[in-house]
């Protein structure tokens, strides 16, 4: 069982940074996509960057190109972060990062951007990000 545990949220002002880390237990390296979510109050969770199996090809929300890097360390580590630059206050959300298979030709890695992410099977307990004007 892949078990996510994420770290590295905080507060902020607009302009700053900050790193998010996933450090993933019962994980095979190679085997899943992985990706970073975010869900602010009254809102659908969706997904912001996509990385395929063995940390190639990332994908990016429009509203995060640029700003945002996803990647993730090979064995034995096997961390996913999410690099954050120029935060602006609509990034503030829960944050979460999953795991799941990338499917045919890496689909649901793509096409999970900007969605709630239903085929991803384990998702961490997320972590808060606020950011203030």
């Known amino acids: 069982q892949v078990q996510l545990v994420e770290s590295g949220g905080g507060s902020v002002q607009a302009g700053g940074s900050l790193r998010l880390s996933c450090a993933p237990s019962?994980?095979?390296?190679?085997?899943?996509?992985m990706g970073w979510f975010r869900q602010a109050p009254g809102t659908e969770r969706e997904g912001v960057a996509t990385?395929?199996?063995?940390?190639?090809?990332?994908?990016y929300a429009d509203s995060v190109k640029g700003r945002f890097t996803i990647s993730q360390d090979g064995p034995p580590n096997n961390t996913l972060y999410l690099q954050m630059n120029n935060l602006k206050p609509e990034d503030s959300a829960m944050y979460f990062c999953?795991?799941?298979?990338?499917?045919?030709?890496?689909?649901?890695?793509?096409?999970?951007?900007?969605?709630?992410?239903?085929?991803?099977?384990?998702w961490g307990q997320g972590t808060q990000v606020t950011v203030s004007s």
């Open positions: 990385i395929y199996p063995g940390g190639s090809a990332p994908n």
């Open positions: 999953a795991a799941g298979p990338p499917g045919p030709g890496g689909v649901f890695c793509s096409d999970t951007i900007g969605r709630r992410g239903t085929t991803f099977d384990f």
């Open positions: 019962g994980y095979t390296y190679m085997t899943y996509c």
